[in-house]
């Protein structure tokens, strides 16, 4: 099983957050409007925000487990976030962000002209960030996660700011991700038909 969550925090005096997710191989999304907590969920399995109870497994391990008081720290879970925005590192050119996720990694992986022929961004090596698109710069936020080579990839909204040619670029390498990397996917969107072609497994959030 992929991801085997079941966690409650309070988020605030009047909000709560409580989710159960059981979910296999491939990429599982978490859909709802704005405001129910999807974001928090992926801060929670990448370590940044503790649950008051339950437990989160990834592939078989356990990250955190309020009964048996396991939390691994953020930096020992092998997590991937790419985000909405592709908060890529303005002071490297493309070469250097693809550099840095390779840095992090603990373990082997494709080198650094695999990835950007995998991504199709062998052109784009010696520009600086501010100089790409929006779907150039989240091609390369997508390979500086899966060159830090993580146990588990994490993405939030990584469509949403991009307009209708370039969402659909982007969705075709994700799909790509999600059917040649054995890699666990948790992707939050409120997009419906979003969810509806990437997702193996979607839970609905209220």
Avoid: C
């Amino acid at each position: 099983m992929s991801f085997d969550i079941d966690v409650r925090r309070r988020m605030g005096p009047d909000s709560e957050i409580a989710l159960r997710v059981a979910a296999g191989p491939g990429l599982t999304a978490l859909f709802g409007r704005s405001g129910v907590g999807k974001t928090s969920v992926l801060a929670m399995v990448a370590g940044l925000l503790r649950p008051d109870a339950g437990h989160i497994r990834v592939a078989g391990e356990t990250l955190f487990d309020a009964a048996r008081r396991v939390d691994i720290r953020t930096a020992h879970r092998a997590t991937a976030l790419v985000f909405q925005d592709a908060r890529l590192f303005p002071h490297y050119r493309v070469r250097g962000n693809l550099r840095y996720g390779m840095r992090r990694a603990r373990g082997p992986g494709m080198s650094l002209d695999e990835m950007a022929a995998f991504l199709g961004i062998d052109h784009l090596l010696d520009r600086w960030p501010r100089t790409l698109s929006g779907g150039e710069a989240q091609r390369v936020a997508i390979g500086r996660a899966l060159l830090s080579a993580p146990r588990v990839l994490l993405m939030d909204e990584p469509l949403a700011a991009l307009d209708m040619p370039r969402r659909g670029e982007v969705m075709g390498l994700i799909e790509r991700v999600r059917d040649e990397f054995a890699l666990p996917i948790l992707y939050v969107s409120h997009d419906r038909s979003e969810v509806d072609r990437l997702a193996g497994t979607v839970v609905e959030m209220e």
